[in-house]
């Protein structure tokens, strides 16, 4: 992997504000750049199919509340290739970042909501999954919106797919991931995939703990069971007199696909509607 000095050398005057933890054989760093102000520059090797994908699916696609590529450029140093990806920078901090200080309020839950029903609507249009929603994966942007971020393992259901069908484990997080992924049922896999984790990730939001998991689970075989056989408790948000809101993120939840709502449009219809029966200033 290339090294800072080399970094430095990518661009003229570039100047690097922070690097992020590596995830995988990527570095990820915030920077500011001579002709996009900040933004994030992602380096990967060069022979990474997913990355491509990624690319594709974010710049070819009109994707509301997902972060802009602004450009793409293949580099070779000392015999490596890399693919270098300037992409726009979003301020805040990830939605796992600030459940660490508390739950969301009931109008920041619906904001969550909504933003992430529109998103996975305009993926369905497109005949994408995007496979990995969850807190380190939404970005709580200072403008009031929510971002959702890294389509590495999104799946495009019209084109040939990157895992391989033997696989006993298709790409996900574990806990957030449901269970037709961890099983991975190909067949059975579509944007109801997402609408399971848009309810996990809810739950957690508005309750401030996990619908499934305790944080004392052994291994993944048992946060896989325990996502497969734990039925969420019913909790109470405010201003949702009627639980509406809970039945609807408990639905969201089920385990079998064809218990969810059959479609991401037809679960922001459902959204839409029970709006009106939340009973809170600001709604």
Same mark, same amino acid.
């Given at each position: ?10 661009? /003229?005057? $570039? ?18 750049? %001579? ?8 380096? *990967? ?12 699916? &974010?710049?070819?696609?009109? =994707? ?10 293949? #580099? ?9 990806? =300037? ?10 970042? +600030? ?9 920041? !839950? ?9 998103? @996975? ?7 994408? *999954? ?22 590495? #393992? ?7 797919? $990157? ?5 006993? &484990?298709?790409?996900?997080?574990? !806990?957030?991931?449901?269970?037709? =992924? ?17 309810? @996990? @990730? ?25 996502? +497969?056989?734990? #039925? ?6 405010? !201003? ?6 809970? !039945? ?8 079998? *696909? ?6 991401? %449009?037809?679960?922001? /219809?459902?959204?839409?509607?029970? $709006? ?8």
């Amino acid at each position: 992997m290339l090294s800072i000095k080399d970094i430095e050398g990518l661009y /003229e005057g $570039l100047l690097i504000l922070k690097e992020y933890p590596p995830s995988g054989q990527k570095k990820v760093l915030l920077v500011k750049h %001579k002709t996009h102000g900040e933004v994030i520059l992602k380096i *990967v090797p060069d022979n990474d199919g997913r990355v491509q994908r990624e690319i594709q699916i &974010v710049t070819e696609f009109d =994707l509301d509340n997902v972060p802009e590529i602004l450009d793409v450029e293949n #580099i070779t140093i000392s015999g490596e290739s890399y693919r270098l990806i =300037l992409e726009q920078y979003i301020e805040g901090p990830t939605l796992g970042e +600030k459940l660490t200080v508390g739950k969301l309020s009931t109008v920041d !839950g619906l904001r969550l909501l909504s933003d992430l029903l529109n998103v @996975v609507v305009k993926l369905e249009e497109v005949a994408v *999954v995007h496979r990995d929603i969850k807190p380190g994966n939404i970005i709580c942007g200072n403008d009031g919106r929510y971002y959702l971020i890294d389509f590495g #393992i999104a799946r495009q259901l019209n084109n040939a797919s $990157l895992t391989m069908t033997q696989a006993p &484990v298709g790409p996900h997080t574990p !806990g957030y991931g449901a269970p037709e =992924l961890f099983q991975y049922r190909k067949k059975d896999i579509d944007s109801r995939a997402d609408l399971f984790s848009i309810g @996990v @990730v809810l739950f957690e939001a508005l309750t401030g703990e996990h619908p499934f998991l305790t944080g004392n689970e052994m291994d993944v075989n048992e946060i896989w069971y325990r996502t +497969k056989t734990t #039925i969420p408790k019913d909790f109470t948000i405010e !201003g949702d007199k009627n639980l509406q809101l809970n !039945g609807f993120i408990q639905t969201l939840m089920q385990k079998h *696909v064809t218990r969810r709502p059959p479609s991401a %449009k037809k679960a922001l /219809e459902w959204y839409e509607a029970l $709006l009106p029966t939340i009973e809170i200033r600001g709604v």
